[in-house]
């Protein structure tokens, strides 16, 4: 259905692949649903287009910008939400700080070439990175900025599994209810196993994939 189309071509009509291939339009319909999915074509505005390549994303201790930038694609960064919060009894025992203890919250939406990739939420601290909120840009990597002060990534936990998106985060992501994304939780603290942060990622299942090295 593809073949001879690259990045950005328009991918033919319902009407004309079913005349093209003797198939049922409804056939077509589900299979171009498929690649949608699979993240092989894109809506753009009331057409569909040849997708760009997944972002393969490295699983490790380094920043969405590094993976993106070794990949050849241009990372950046939306902020929607950065406020601080008392600490829930998750935050409290994942971040090792009492109950209620203010702790900083850090929402940003990822992109790729200015294409919406994720949604990630990253909780830290503010007793150890407080001073960040009078430092730190956003739109830049924060990885970078935690490095900067001395602080270096010792270890990560991570748990990956498939979630669909609430009405608000499918609107951040241009994306739908229906859309199946990713959903990270990680866990990341320094060479002396203190806590770093506890991040929330969700992200489009049609635009990125990770991966890691078994050895």
């Known amino acids: 259905m593809l073949a001879g189309l690259t990045e950005g071509d328009p991918v033919p009509a319902e009407r004309e692949l079913a005349l093209r291939f003797g198939v049922a339009r409804e056939t077509v319909r589900q299979a171009l649903h498929e690649l949608l999915v699979a993240g092989r074509v894109e809506r753009r505005g009331r057409g569909t287009v040849v997708a760009r ?16 930038m070794a990949m050849g694609r241009v990372p950046g960064r939306v902020l929607v939400t950065w406020d601080t919060v008392g600490a829930t009894a998750e935050l409290a025992a994942g971040l090792d700080v009492p109950a209620d203890a203010p702790v900083m919250h850090l929402e940003r939406v990822l992109l790729a070439d200015d294409q919406r990739i994720g949604l990630e939420s990253t909780y830290l601290s503010a007793a150890r990175f407080g001073a960040l909120e009078n430092s730190f840009d956003p739109t830049t990597s924060l990885y970078a900025a935690i490095r900067a002060r001395g602080v270096q990534f010792g270890s990560a936990t991570e748990r990956i599994e498939t979630a669909l998106a609430s009405p608000r985060e499918a609107e951040l992501l241009e994306s ?15 060479t002396d196993g203190l806590p770093i942060e506890l991040v929330r990622a969700l992200y489009r299942g049609d635009r990125i994939a990770f991966e890691t090295l078994l050895a």
């Open 53 to 68: 390549p997944k972002l393969t994303q490295p699983l490790g201790l380094q920043s969405y910008t590094e993976g993106a």
């Open 176 to 190: 739908t209810t229906a859309m199946p994304m990713l959903l990270l939780n990680r866990r990341s603290v320094d």
